[in-house]
């Protein structure tokens, strides 16, 4: 028996709604659906490193694809800024067979650490392409259906004791619910996560929502501006800027001065303004990787550099995520389990202990 976890990246509750899902419905019959809440920043590396520990940003260490460390910015692509164990590095170490299938090295490098067999599909190994074939590329929209055609194909060849399998979010980035790329999006995973259910219990859960974005807000301008000394940080940023252009719903703000900061950008449009301590109360974040401020966006508001005029707010045209408006996120459990929060999923299955979080 394989019990299989899924990360399905960027599914919306919205691209449930507006497509049929029969697989998805079956087991939900037999189980349990509905919506539960996501970690803030609503970000992959976030949601996904909760996800696979069951547990908060402050006890992970995670609160952003990119933060300053000592002055100096860093993307969050290993293991290393992990603060405790995964629930499949924890699972491994028991003496289980643990298999996590992703799509990008970064996240191989996050959750593939300890005892367990982690192969992505940007740079798939010898052994996952001879039984299931070459990935069509990681910004495919058939990627994910490619990583769920990978995990069926694990599950029935090498019938591992855990299963995890984290897809991509491309085409909600690009493509809107009830659009024919996202209909079909949704189908490849819904018909994967049926086929998974043939070999145990499967449990599913979204790692962030997708909203489209038309206003852009040029936070590190507005603070020179009003000459407030202040670093911003970008918590999307990251390496692969197809999906999103760096352009996200939240932005960390590094200053000696959050009194002015705060005042500089109290009439930016679409923006909410949160210190540290209580941002760190209310979203259960690590202050010593969380900014002095943090500036999240309504659900229409991306932050970024505005790089030509002397506009400090501009039109966009984008899908993305990152504030809390991309916070409620799908699950699915063939348990029955219920699913308060994302952190939980893991739990759905018994795996990991109620007391992580």
Known sequence: MTRTVACLDGLDPDYLAATATPEWDTIAEEGATGVCDGLVPSL??????????????????????TFLDDGDRVYVEDARFLRCWTVLAETADEGADVIALVAKEKLRRLVGDGGVVAASAQEPPRWLTDLVGDPPGIYSGDASAWLLDAAVAVADARDPDVLYVSTTDVVPHKHAPGTDAADAWVAALSDGLGRLREFGPVAAVADHGM???????????????????????RCIRDRHVYHHQNLGGAAYVYTDDPAAATEALEDAPGTEVVDRATACDRFRLDPERTGDLLVLGDERTVFGPINEGDDRVD????????????????FLASTGEEVAESVEIFAAVGLGSSDQT
Do not use: C, F, Y
Request: proline share 5%; aromatic share 0%; hydrophobic share 35%.
């Open 315 to 330: 039109r966009v045209n984008l899908r993305s995520h990152g504030s809390i408006h991309e916070r409620d996120v799908p």
């Open 44 to 65: 992959t590396n976030v949601n996904n490193v909760g996800i696979v520990t069951g547990r908060h940003p402050t006890k992970t260490g995670v609160t952003a694809n």
């Open 211 to 233: 909203n489209h974005k038309d206003r852009r807000v040029d936070v590190a301008a507005l603070l020179a501006d009003a000459a407030v000394p202040a670093e911003t940080v």
